[in-house]
């Protein structure tokens, strides 16, 4: 490895956790000129989707502001923290990690509810068709500021967690780029992660693909789990061609989940120009994954636990079944991802362990 790029992955790591403090200590800010003006709290009674779809929805709007500019600004302060490399004292320790995990989960998983990964599903339709003035929406209203909202705490989630646990192998025995120790054992090497990771995979690649089969049952004119009135309605709208956006982006990726078992996710396929036979970049398969698979827990934890749905389920149809399944599919995604950065990483560059 050159002193270059040993440098530069320095460098990505250090940058980490100031980046963090920086994201949330500004939407702390924020969340304090919300307190004082009363306005822009896109959660609770001022839910703009009015579906109650998240579990912010019984946090009063006059608490709201408040009480993220506290758990932000004081998440800024343990991301500062995580900035340095002298290990604290124990209780210390445990109180930066035992307010900083939950808070970076709360973020990423909480916050961001079904929006997120609806319009994660969404996005390859509406940017292919935008030059076409198809679906016909008004974009203003699909991004919104509430949307936006959610997905800014999901970064900032990310962005407290990767400091965290860079803080927490800097300050221990572990290497902070790889977290490996001497000597490395148990489900975390290459030949154990290819086992469990092979399950997960598997596990994370079936569940989209059974939701994606009721969606395409409906194009196909065939009313899986719904009326066939409605049915009708939704052809005539236009609103089938929705389900089946969101049923493609389910079918590709639970191919793509594929690929993280398969030879052709570790090497570029030979149909693909300029890349065939390359290697896949590590990056390049797990943080797509880990991103869907944040996305999936923390819209199965909103759906799941809004009256809402469990109203629109008292019949049990097969058209809500398979999201019942998706708390699963989020676990398994995630699990699946950090097997193959296990499996691939091979000998840690900074500190040469294997």
Known sequence: MTTRTHTRESSRLRLTAPLAAAWLASWGVLALVGTLTRAGYPFGDNDPYGDGANLLRSVPVAAGPPLFAGLLLAGAVVALVAAGSTPLRRPLRLLVLGYGWPLAAFLAVVVPDVRVLMMLGYAPMLIIGAPFGWPPVDYSELFTWALFARAAALVGGVLLAGALLVWQRRTSAACPACGRRDPERGWTTAASAARWGRWATWTAAVIPLVYAATRFAWLLGIPLGIGEDFLAEMRETGLVWGGVGLGAFATVGAVLTVGLIRPWGERFPRWLPGLAGRRVPVALAVVPAA??????????????????????????????????????????????????????????????RE
Request: charged share 15%; net charge positive.
């Open 291 to 352: 991103l869907v698979a944040l996305s999936v827990t923390s819209a199965s934890l909103a759906l799941l636990t809004a009256p809402a749905f469990w109203r629109l389920t008292e019949d049990f149809s097969s058209a809500e079944a398979p999201m019942l399944l998706w708390p699963l599919w989020g676990v398994a995604l995630g699990a699946a991802a950090l097997a193959y950065h296990l499996r691939r990483r091979g000998a840690c560059q900074r500190c040469d």
